[in-house]
């Protein structure tokens, strides 16, 4: 792939779990919020984010939830004051609903919004968070993943603009450039803290749901493709160039049991799957899912993704998707069988609609899916502050979204 947008999508790679499953006693574990592209944002003391799974037991498990409050990049804040071993964790066994009439492959259904239950009714701190599913004892961690819990302090605008790249071929030639701006909040009545631009270092951008792939732009980073202006100043910008915008993802819709019925292993009616490379971008859902409810449907289906190519192209090519938190992990790997001609993976989800990819290894998502303008990404910001009360911790002073413009021409130089 080329270095120049290997480069860009390699500015910071965190730990490798958006969501992960520690158990086989739970299935189907998802988060998300309420915003575009379901991206797992919640507030302070609202608009909570939803957790859900399903469990394989014959009798209800008592199940807890405790939030861990983390860095900006993702470790956990070693602080007493932040982290209180008391507050931040379930009060209650978690409710669940029984599976419903007919489903096979689990028993219990969990949906738990956070902050909104005994225990974590609010969050005292913004910033990065670990979610953990335990057992009663908080002995054994079933399941874990992350959210947002970010503040609306700033008043910040992003622009995202397509840009050529002169010195690159088609379709590499084809980036983004995205802009965040805001001011710094000045001491008022209504606002009593004193916040310094000096504290304010750190960007991170993500795209639709991809949480462990963000852009970061950072004040003491030496990337040629990020930019801050107006240090020292009290209104600033961020900025990220030479993104590339991806393509269009695929989708795959199992809902209907006339067309994919169950009890067979399942896979596309249209035929492998081929790469796309070179065609334009069309219409998504940014990265989301809908699952089957409430029905003897509402159940879980083993399908099998095939890549139809011409040889074995390709070291490792790996399927991500909402199945399986938009993670490109060893659990995603595909197989390429040489009778077949093709990669093949096979995956157990819950009946529904989903959006996917294939990534080459490690980290290109160009060379089978392509590059266009004409993808319409949902871009998400978290602007970081680090907080000196406590011995130092990082909040999100401010996120702000937005649909990139797609076209099929440059929107700035």
């Known amino acids: 792939m080329n ?69 900006r990049d993702w470790n956990t804040t070693q602080n007493n004051f932040i982290n209180d071993n008391v507050q931040n964790r379930s009060k209650e066994p978690l409710h669940y609903e029984m599976a419903p009439a007919g489903v096979q492959f ?50 910040a605008s992003m622009k995202v603009s397509n840009r050529l790249l002169p010195s690159e071929i088609s379709p590499y030639n084809q980036v983004n450039r995205i802009e965040i701006e805001f001011v710094v909040p000045q001491r008022k009545d209504e606002q009593p803290e004193i916040f310094y631009p000096i504290n304010f270092k750190t960007v991170d951008v993500y795209r639709n749901r991809q949480l462990s792939t963000p852009w970061r732009i950072d004040v003491d980073d030496n990337n040629p493709n990020t930019f801050v202006e107006g240090m020292g100043t009290m209104k600033l910008k961020f900025i990220v160039d030479n993104v590339s915008p991806g393509s269009s993802y695929r989708r795959i819709d199992v809902t209907s049991v ?98 996917y990819q294939y990534v080459v290894g490690p980290n290109d998502w160009v060379s089978l899916e392509g590059n266009d303008w004409r993808t319409k990404n949902v871009f998400t910001a978290f602007i970081y502050y680090h907080d000196s009360r406590y011995g130092g911790f990082d909040r999100i002073l401010g996120s702000v979204q937005i649909l990139s413009p797609g076209g099929d021409h440059a929107t700035t130089d």
Not at 25 to 50: E, H, I, M, N, W
């Open 3 to 71: 270095k120049r947008l290997l480069l860009v999508w390699l500015l910071f790679v965190p730990p490798l779990w958006a969501q992960e499953m520690l158990s086989d006693r739970l299935k189907g574990l998802r988060v998300y919020g309420s915003g575009d592209a379901g991206l797992p944002v919640a507030g302070l003391q609202s608009r909570p984010v939803t957790i859900e799974f399903d469990v394989v037991e014959a009798t209800p498990p008592d199940l807890r939830v405790r939030v861990l409050h983390c860095d």
């Open 106 to 155: 689990y028993r219990y259904h969990y949906s738990v919004s956070v902050p909104g239950i005994a225990g974590i009714d609010r969050f005292a701190q913004s910033g990065n968070y670990v979610f953990e599913i335990t057992d009663n004892s908080e002995s054994t961690v079933l399941g874990r993943g992350r959210f947002f819990v970010a503040e609306d302090l700033l008043g």
């Open 258 to 355: 006339d067309v994919y019925p169950e009890g067979q292993l399942l896979n596309a009616r249209r035929g492998p799957d081929v790469s796309r490379f070179q065609l334009p971008a069309k219409t998504d859902h940014h990265g989301t899912s809908v699952v089957t409810v409430g029905s003897r449907y509402a159940d879980f289906v083993s399908y099998r993704f095939e890549l139809l190519t011409e040889s074995r192209q390709y070291e490792s090519v790996y399927v991500v998707g909402d199945f399986n938190g938009w993670i490109v992990s060893p659990s995603s790997l595909m197989t390429y069988d040489l009778d077949l001609g093709r990669y093949i993976w096979q995956a157990n989800f819950r009946r529904g609609a989903y959006d």
